[in-house]
């Protein structure tokens, strides 16, 4: 069963850095991508970043072009989102999901973890 754990969300101030992580377990493909998406409240998914199992690399958020970085280690099933400079926009709950590709969408993704709260405020 496919398995995802969500962490390191917390309340930061603008400015603020803070590292999520995504640990997955349960799948064993040829092929494999794992996105960040973010929602605030009322509001639908939108998303971040995503990463392949070939270490294919896309920022699908202007917003976050140049102060987020998505990376991955192998060894330990983890996929990382560091978020620097965060502002108060960045304010969202933050989740990692599986798909078979990639894309900004989140049709593109069928396995989704419980997601981490990401709060940015003075």
């Known amino acids: 069963q496919v398995q995802f754990a969500e962490s390191g969300g917390g309340l930061v101030q603008p400015g603020g850095s803070l590292r999520l992580s995504c640990e997955f377990s349960g799948f064993i493909v040829d092929y494999y991508v794992i996105g960040w998406f973010r929602q605030a409240p009322g509001k639908g998914r939108e998303g971040v970043s995503y990463?392949?199992?070939?270490?294919?690399?896309?920022y699908c958020a202007d917003s976050v072009q140049g102060r987020f970085t998505i990376s991955r280690d192998n060894a330990k099933n983890v996929v990382y989102l560091q978020m620097n400079s965060l502002k108060p926009e960045d304010t969202a709950v933050y989740y990692c999901?599986?798909?078979?590709?990639?894309?900004?969408?989140?049709?593109?993704?069928?396995?989704w973890g419980q997601g981490t709260q990401v709060t940015v405020s003075s």
């Open positions: 999901a599986l798909g078979p590709r990639g894309g900004c969408y989140d049709t593109a993704f069928g396995f």
């Open positions: 990463i392949s199992s070939s270490d294919e690399i896309t």
